[in-house]
């Protein structure tokens, strides 16, 4: 038999049809396999772990078959309770798959510390935004008679004086001392020298 006729034979067509399915067959399974052990079109919906503690999210993630993984512990914020999760990663509402990794962050105890800067002989407009910068409150604010009006000349802190590099925790308020522009010296004095030059003056004349 030739090559070309054995192409066209019942036997070969039989042989060919029988590969055929045994390929879709195992492509068919393959796919049924695939999507079973993915769990293909079965999600999770992400809950809302805001708030709680590590072992509460714990809890609710395991009843949902979800694992979690704790990134950072970030500054405290007075707006949850300490030790509590404040970011997650998906987000509440999310769809996930079966065993999926939720990213936690919690909330610190306290505030960071933070170091008070060097505001002296620098402007109040200048010293606001770097006390802000740096997670600080400005305070209240006195008048001392100066030439320099607006300058830093003192800095406090509950009533005392501090300085540059004092270690502090954020949201402290740090009180500041400026000059008021006038010269250093009061009216009344500066009225007693004018009379004084003007009786110096009449005598003069005289």
């Not at 960071?112 to 600080?136: E, F, N, W």
């Not at 954020?170 to 008021?180: E, F, I, N, Q, S």
């Not at 009216?187 to 110096?200: P, V």
Request: hydrophobic residues 40%; proline residues 4%; glycine residues 6%.
């Amino acid at each position: 038999m030739s090559f070309k006729k054995f192409l066209f034979s019942f036997t070969f067509i039989k042989q060919l049809a029988i590969a055929f399915l045994i390929i879709c067959s195992s492509l068919f399974l393959f796919m049924y396999w695939i999507g079973f052990t993915t769990n293909h079109g079965e999600e999770i919906t992400v809950p809302n772990l805001s708030k709680l503690t590590l072992e509460q999210a714990e809890d609710r993630l395991d009843e949902l078959d979800l694992d979690y993984e704790l990134l950072d512990t970030v500054d405290y914020n007075p707006e949850y309770p300490k030790y509590s999760i404040v970011q997650q990663d998906p987000v509440s509402g999310e769809k996930v798959k079966q065993n999926r990794v939720i990213y936690l962050k919690i909330n610190s105890s306290e505030y960071s510390k933070v170091r008070i800067p060097d505001l002296i002989q620098k402007t109040y407009r200048q010293a606001v935004p770097t006390l802000k910068a740096l997670g600080l409150e400005v305070g209240d604010t006195t008048y001392v008679p100066n030439l320099a009006k607006d300058m830093v000349l003192e800095m406090k802190m509950n009533g005392n004086p501090i300085k540059a590099g004092l270690q502090v925790l954020k949201m402290t308020k740090v009180d500041l001392v400026l000059g008021d522009g006038k010269i250093g010296f009061d009216e009344d004095e500066l009225g007693s020298e004018n009379d004084s030059i003007n009786n110096d003056t009449l005598i003069i004349g005289e």
